[in-house]
Each structure stands twice: as C-alpha cells, then as structure tokens.
C-alpha cells in the first residue's frame, strides 16, 4: 500500500510540474509539529543532512565540509524557518492614535528574505506595507517584524502577502491594510528556466485600500525615489 501510495504521489507531482501550488492561506504545519524540541530538531536535521551530502557523493570528512550538517541544521531551525514557531511572532504593540493622523502610513522596502516551499530556494525582494489608522497606531519596527516572521518560512508568495496584512489587521483593528512584495525566486531564477530578470509581484488590499483612489495614492508613494 506504501509503495502505490508513493507512486500515486510522485505521479501527481510530475504532473503538477513547475505549477504554482498554493492550497491554504496557512502554512501547511502538522499538529505534532512542536512535540519535538528544537535541539532534537536540529539533531534529527543534522542527520538528514549527512545522508544527503553523502548521497550526493561528498566527502564529510574534509574539513571544509564535517561542519555543514550541523549549520545547516542550526540554520533552519533558529533562522530560515523560525517563523513556524509561534513563540516567535512579534508582540505587535499598538498605541491610540492620540494625535489623529488619518491619512495613510507607508513603510516601504521592507526586506524580504524567504525560502520557496517547492524548491527550498531563496525568495529576496520588499515589502512595502500600508494602513490607515482606525483609532490604532502600531510602531514601525514591529511592521518589520511582522514581515519577516511570516518570511521565515517555506513559503509561498501570494500567502506571504495575506498573512502580512491579516496579521496586520488584527493588531490594529482595522481592514484598511495594504500589502505589495516584488521579489526575485531563486526557484526561477538559478534552475528551471533560468530567468534571472523576471520578478514576481503580489498585492492584498484590504478595507479602504480597496477603493480604486486610495489604491493608487498607496502605490504612487511606491514610485518615490527615496535617497539619504
């Protein structure tokens, strides 16, 4: 049964081919997913690791190379992936808004570093992050912050820019967050078609962002050279 269930799954994955998959607005995380701590996940990753450069062909032994599994392992664990860790989410402090600033704020160029889900490959590019206050303020560092928790993930692009701005929303009370990353994928860029000029841009508009002015006033602010 194991073996017709694996061929049944490998079938559907050359079926799906270079398509761009996304089935959830959530990560795809196991229940058991932190049964497990993370000096164990780091030992089992470390293992797996091995096999795979060994497999590969590599020998562990040189001295260049007998460090690699534990980085590797440490590195997804405390670094690329530790945006599945919940503890990690950033405490999004809010504040009123006691100086009534009703027009739109804009933090532009938020560095994107994220891994691809398919490929295991880096996502680099920005984000650039909008709201309007409904009576909240968050501060700019946690917007940050909030980018780079959900990038620290196997991810995919289109859900990245969701969990932004529903993140978002919910710390500030209010629909009327906007979101646009451009970034480059590793994934298309080093393999596959090797197109290392093509970028990929999404959006999510959410409450007064929807409405087509305010829309185009968020993505002019886009267009604004900004040297120091």
């Known amino acids: 049964m194991f073996e017709l269930n694996s061929k049944m799954n490998d079938e559907r994955i050359e079926e799906l081919g270079e398509n761009h998959v996304a089935t959830s607005a959530e990560n795809p995380i196991r229940p058991d997913a932190f049964d497990i701590s993370n000096e164990e996940k780091i030992t089992k990753i470390q293992e797996s690791v091995k096999d795979i450069l060994t497999t590969l062909g590599m020998d562990l032994t040189d001295d260049s190379l007998q460090g690699t599994p534990k980085r590797v392992a440490k590195a997804f664990v405390n670094e690329l992936f530790m945006g599945l860790d919940p503890k990690n989410m950033p405490k999004a402090s809010t504040f009123d808004n006691n100086y009534n600033y009703g027009e739109m704020l804009v933090e532009k160029n938020i560095v994107v570093y994220s891994t691809c889900e398919h490929h295991l490959l880096p996502i680099i590019g920005r984000a650039h992050v909008a709201y309007i206050s409904d009576g909240k303020v968050i501060g700019l560092s946690k917007m940050n912050r909030i980018v780079e928790y959900f990038s ?7 859900r990245l820019t969701m969990q932004i701005v529903q993140a978002m929303q919910e710390a500030l009370g209010t629909e009327n967050v906007a979101c646009v990353i451009d970034a480059k994928h590793l994934c298309v860029n080093s393999r596959g078609i090797k197109d290392i000029e093509s970028s990929t841009v999404t959006a ?15 993505l002019d602010y886009l267009k604004m050279d900004t040297q120091f």
């Open 152 to 158: 620290k993930r196997p991810q995919v692009q289109e």
């Open 204 to 218: 999510e508009f959410g409450g007064k962002f929807k409405n087509k002015e305010t829309k185009r006033e968020f």
